[in-house]
């Protein structure tokens, strides 16, 4: 069973107003004196949190956030050589970093690639001045080009852009901007996710004010569509909901593992780990993650051990994204999702049509959601 390692970096320069992870600006943590708020010394707390980990080789490294690229690279490239010295990286491990692109650097770059980083997810999400404007995203769009360029040249094996839709005043040319320029980059792989309105984000307060509307269900879907045509036609094809990639080789190992059922620990304040069928999760604040372990204390703050049904329930939400289908007996009766137009037979197995894939949840809620 594949076997990852996620490192949380839980800094931001400047916080979205639609996000809701487990992340602080500077002014949020209280100032670099506070124990665990330091960008410099973070990956200290990190490393011990690692010495915790039990010897297993590491198929998959990603480092998300946050903003993975507001810590130092020599400290990414620490991290990574910790888990290659205590662990063992797999031969050919994919190694992966989030980042945004206006915190990377030809410098930065190269030193990650150099230290062992084979791939990159820059966050791009729109090509639209107004759009990232309602997204709290600081960045120019002109840089994301530029950033894409400077990790090509540093030979990062894959490179990919992060897209959201569905934006209160994006419009359908808008969405079609900002994939076709996405295209432009020539990315081997794409993830577009809709915009999710999480409660208590400051998006959520203004929703409820008023202040923004978002837009209806038909038109959020009608932009997957366009999305799905856009990129199948350059020829990143769907492997799940939400991602698209050139060839297999381009797919984002680490998460296909968390929608096969492989395990995980996550390193870092408020991560989640999953290994021998027991889920847990960390402490969020940086500081008092770092001061647990600074006193020889475990950072958990809390877990729980799935049972049967909930284990079932995951595995079926989790697999049925997939381009590579599901075993029908996971479902049960698949005759009326066949019948709708929602699920074909693929092999001995059955996958979402393209129609589907915009009912993949309510599929899973007929299917097993009641048991």
């Known amino acids: 069973m594949a076997f990852g390692i996620y490192l ?27 124990v665990g708020a330091s960008r410099s ?19 998959t490294v990603f480092v998300g956030g946050g903003t993975p690229s507001q810590v130092p690279a020599a400290d990414l490239v620490r991290f990574l050589r910790s888990v290659d010295d205590r662990l063992g990286l797999a031969p050919g491990a994919e190694v992966t970093t989030e980042a945004n692109p206006d915190s990377v650097s030809p410098q930065s ?17 729109s090509a639209v ?34 897209l959201i839709y569905g934006t209160p005043s994006e419009s359908m040319d808008d969405w079609r901007h900002t994939v076709e320029s996405a295209l432009e980059m020539q990315p ?7 915009l999710i309105v999480e409660d208590g984000t400051a998006f959520a307060r203004k929703v409820r004010r008023g202040e923004v509307v978002m837009p209806d269900d038909d038109e959020t879907a009608d932009k997957y569509l366009l999305a799905d045509d856009l990129l199948e036609a350059a020829g990143l094809r769907w492997y799940e909901l939400s991602n698209w990639a050139r060839d297999e080789a381009a797919q984002c190992r680490h998460n296909v593992g968390y929608w096969n059922g492989g395990e995980w620990w996550g390193v870092g304040p408020g991560a989640h780990s999953f290994v021998d069928g027991e889920r847990w999760w960390n402490v969020k ?4 993650y770092a001061q647990r372990l600074a006193a020889g204390e475990s950072p958990r703050a ?6 049967a049904q909930a284990r079932h329930l995951e595995d079926v939400m989790l697999r049925i994204r997939l381009a590579e289908g599901i075993e029908p007996a996971l479902l049960g009766d698949v005759a009326p999702f ?6 074909e037979p693929l092999g001995d197995r059955v996958v979402l049509t393209r129609s589907g894939r915009l009912m993949a949840d309510r599929v899973v809620l007929e299917a097993v959601g009641g048991e």
């Open 338 to 343: 066949i019948a709708a137009g929602w699920l």
């Open 302 to 307: 809390d877990g729980e051990r799935p049972d």
């Open 188 to 194: 081997d792989h794409i993830s577009a996710y809709a």
């Open 109 to 125: 770059l190269a030193e990650l690639r150099e230290g062992g980083f084979t791939r990159i997810s820059f966050g791009m999400q």
């Open 285 to 288: 604040h940086p500081a008092a």
């Open 8 to 34: 949380h970096v839980p800094f931001c320069s400047v916080r979205c107003g639609y996000c809701d992870f487990n992340t602080y600006t500077a002014d949020e943590l209280g100032g670099p004196d506070v």
């Open 41 to 59: 010394t973070y990956i200290e707390a990190a490393l011990s949190e690692l010495a915790r980990v039990p010897e297993r080789t590491v198929d």
């Open 129 to 162: 001045r107004h759009v990232l404007s309602v997204l709290d995203r600081t960045h120019d769009p002109e840089r994301v080009p530029q950033a894409v360029a400077w990790a090509r040249e540093a030979g990062f094996e894959q490179v990919s852009l992060d």
